[in-house]
């Protein structure tokens, strides 16, 4: 009798994984959790599986040269920074994730983010809930309409922000060297340098994936150039900000708040956490949320979905929807 192929997912942090169990058990597969936080944990079941599902748990090449059946590695969400891609492809595995499931949520997300910061939200809530009752809590606050919103990477996700923000009378000035002037103009924004979005923005919305270019995009010479009144929201990845920096920046004046969905070590890829590990968190003009831009019951139910039907249409041989790297000869067998 065959074995049924065995897909591991690495980790999680849902309730359970009724959703990807019912999917690929369907296909004939056999499906293991070992909630793992490091390669050394998976290395013992990467020898023997079929496939791999991750959340946060990095899959190297540590974790690929061991696999000997392996066909597909399949992401919950769009990123792919914590999946060795060319080792993967170097090995004839098939790397996928899931597209466009979460762009209403995460643009709703940094346009909420910015809100909160430019209209004082949460220094007024400390304030009246220690029986302070001054408009001038949060005290200087200037009027969004005319102000300049700066947006890096402009894809789906930034093409949305872009929208919800222009709602509220900001003109959008976009950095995104992979666009041309024209495709910019057409979401009525307009094409900048990097230098120059620094200098103008009175808020930085960061959209930017993580690659070895985009590593601490924002720095400290980033920071001595922007106004003194801006704020910075990054619901992209955490290390394209030097968290440093950052502190110093808002330790020091030189900008006026920032909000992170993500900080730059991730805390859920980490066994041991706290938020003492990062100053940032203990800075009042700071809001972090749990990267937590994605999610709405619907976007997750999707990229769970999706996940498991990549790997489950992988399995019975069929093409996935949504494959990151090229191996076009592929015969999904």
Not at 111 to 131: C, K, M, N, V
Not at 199 to 216: G, K, L
Request: hydrophobic share 40%; glycine share 6%; proline share 5%.
């Amino acid at each position: 009798m065959t074995a049924k192929p065995k897909v591991v997912i690495t980790d999680y942090d849902f309730d359970d994984v009724d959703i990807e169990r019912g999917i690929l058990e369907a296909a004939g597969a056999e499906v293991v959790t070992p909630q793992a936080k490091s390669e050394e944990e998976l290395l013992e079941h990467a020898r023997d599986c079929a496939a791999m599902i991750n959340q946060y748990a990095y899959i190297g090449a540590k974790t690929i040269s061991a696999m000997e059946q392996c066909r597909v590695i399949a992401r919950y969400g769009v990123g792919t920074d914590i999946v060795d891609v060319a080792a993967a492809t170097e090995k004839d595995i098939l790397v996928t994730n899931v597209r466009n499931y979460c762009t209403e949520e995460v643009a709703d997300h940094a346009i909420s983010l910015w809100l909160a910061q430019a209209r004082g939200l949460f220094p007024y809530d400390r304030a009246t809930h220690e029986g302070v009752w001054h408009w001038q809590s949060a005290s200087p606050l200037y009027r969004l309409r005319g102000q300049t919103m700066g947006i890096v990477s402009f894809g789906m996700i930034g093409q949305a922000i872009a929208r919800r923000a222009q709602a509220f009378g900001v003109d959008v000035v976009v950095f995104d060297p992979y666009l041309e002037s024209e495709d910019i103009r057409a979401h009525d924004a307009c094409k900048v340098s990097k230098a120059e979005l620094l200098e103008r923005s009175d808020v930085v919305m960061m959209q930017v994936p993580m690659t070895p270019d985009t590593h601490h995009f924002l720095g400290e010479d980033e920071f001595r150039v922007m106004k003194r009144n801006t704020f910075v929201v990054c619901t992209g990845r955490g290390p394209t900000i030097d968290n440093k920096a950052l502190y110093k920046a808002l330790s020091e004046g030189w900008i006026a708040g920032a909000s992170l969905d993500d900080p730059e070590e991730e805390p859920a890829k980490r066994k041991n956490w706290s938020p003492v590990d990062n100053p940032l968190f203990s800075l009042p003009n700071v809001i972090v949320t749990p990267h937590a831009a994605y999610y709405s019951e619907q976007s997750i139910r999707a990229a769970r979905t999706i996940a498991a039907q990549e790997v489950a249409r992988v399995l019975s041989q069929q093409a996935p929807l949504y494959q990151v790297n090229n191996i076009s000869n592929h015969s999904y067998q």
